[in-house]
């Protein structure tokens, strides 16, 4: 599981008839360097599946690959990207970088 932040929102001429009542988000993948402020926020862009509902700028939690489908056992979604879950708050401890 990574930690992203939403720069967009994806959208669709067509979907899976599975994949109504969601929408789908562009987000970037942070490292700790962005997270600390000590970067900027560069990376590739992935699509995620959104079914929370996250704004422009939100921080997410990313779920990827196999697991991001898990959470819709027994009916399997086509995704391969889910958001699981919207942060309010990241604390980061500068007792582990030493």
């Known amino acids: ?4 932040e939403v720069i967009g929102t994806v959208t669709l001429n067509r979907s899976h008839p ?6 789908f988000k562009l987000a970037v993948p942070l490292t700790l360097s962005n997270l600390s402020g000590a970067a900027p ?3 590739e862009e992935l ?3 959104d079914a929370l509902g996250t704004g422009i700028g939100s921080r997410i939690a990313i779920s990827e690959g196999g697991e991001a489908a898990q959470p819709f056992r027994p009916d399997m979604k086509p ?6 879950a ?5 604390n980061l401890d500068d007792s582990l970088n030493t």
């Open 79 to 84: 995704v391969d990207a889910y958001n699981a």
């Open 41 to 43: 926020i560069l990376g």
């Open 1 to 4: 599981m990574r930690i992203g």
């Open 47 to 49: 699509v995620v599946y």
């Open 86 to 90: 919207i942060l309010d708050q990241i």
């Open 18 to 23: 599975s994949l109504v009542g969601a929408s």
